[in-house]
């Protein structure tokens, strides 16, 4: 079922993308999402950051440039110091500025956990919106941030990982997909994802279905953060891990022998993670090396399209 008759209505939900986008003239559509997570981390600063950094990254993996943002806030003020809010409050904001954006207001409700989040909204032009069912037969998809991070804060708070070995990843696990976007915007992006809860398979899953395509993704190129595929060798795992296998597993081929803290890494849920970018092969190596230049690090080749095949996921 369409999720809208309006003509302008140029992206909905119906092949699961990232924002709305909505043709407001010839040269402007408006660009609207709304996310917001659980502590991922005790640190109200970092929570803060973090959740700010995974709201702000749907309106880049539609091609566009966020202007406003609301704060959503549920906080249990009855049981937690109000200083911890404050804290989570100053590492959104921190975010919000940084990606160039204001501040525009926000709502609040007491809660028995902490939650918090933004509504976002940005332009983006009706001739450039990137979606997730761009992607064409050949093409080469990159990915700019690494995988594991699940994992890894489930691992720090069953205390299998210590504080001291995940805080040297949070600045890059807050950081914006704001410069991914503008490097990538100077090539051919056919398609886009932000990687998120549904790990790396769903979300290709997502744009292979949209495209109605197969992607092959290259394990042994797939960026993994450090001690990551330790704490699932561990023992360690979340609460998505099924789910998220279960929601590709009609749609998925393993074509190579991967022990099973390999398998798991495969389904583990990205909070704030990266831009997976469809372009054509032609130029994927120059992105790859172009994201490098611009101090995205980990920006790798981790896969291909295929066509002519019935749509889905393998591994390779």
């Known amino acids: 079922m369409p999720s809208s008759t309006d003509p302008n209505l140029i992206v909905g939900f119906e092949k699961s993308d990232d924002a709305a986008v909505y043709k407001i003239s010839d040269d402007i559509a408006v660009v609207s999402t709304v996310d917001f997570i659980t502590p991922p981390v005790d640190d109200p600063l970092w929570f803060g950051r973090i959740a700010a950094a995974n709201s702000l990254s749907d309106i880049y993996a539609m091609g566009g440039r966020p202007l406003t ?38 709502h609040s409700i007491d809660d028995e ?7 976002v909204t940005g332009v983006v032009s009706p001739k450039r919106v990137l979606t997730n069912g761009g992607v064409l037969d050949g093409d080469v998809l990159v990915l700019t941030k690494p995988l594991g991070t699940g994992v890894l804060f489930n691992a720090c708070r069953s205390k299998k990982l210590p504080w001291s070995d995940l805080e040297p990843i949070l600045p890059q696990v807050a950081s914006l997909n704001r410069l991914a976007i503008e490097t990538a915007l ?15 398979l769903g979300h290709s899953l997502e744009m292979a279905l949209a495209s109605g395509l197969r992607i092959d993704l290259q394990f042994g190129a797939l960026p993994i953060y450090p ?90």
Do not use: W
Not at 113 to 119: D, I, S, T, V
Not at 286 to 297: K, P, W
């Open 113 to 119: 956990e902490p939650k918090y989040g933004l509504a």
């Open 227 to 316: 001690n990551a595929l330790e704490m699932y060798s561990r023992g360690e795992t979340t609460g998505s891990n099924k789910p998220n296998r279960a929601l590709v597993a009609s749609s998925l081929q393993i074509g190579l022998a991967l022990s099973s803290h390999e398998e798991e890494i495969l389904f583990d849920p990205q909070t704030s993670g990266g831009l997976l970018l469809s372009l054509p092969a032609s130029e994927a190596d120059e992105l790859a090396s172009a994201l490098r230049t611009a101090g995205i690090a980990s920006a790798r080749i981790v896969g291909e399209a295929v066509g002519r095949t019935q749509p889905g996921i393998r591994v390779i």
């Open 69 to 106: 943002a609301l704060n959503l806030v549920m906080f249990p003020s009855r049981k937690l110091d109000i200083q911890i809010l404050k804290g989570i409050l100053r590492g959104g904001s921190e975010k919000v500025a940084e990606a160039g954006a204001s501040i525009a207001g926000g």
């Open 186 to 200: 100077r090539f051919d992006i056919h398609a886009c994802t932000d990687i998120t809860g549904f790990g790396i």
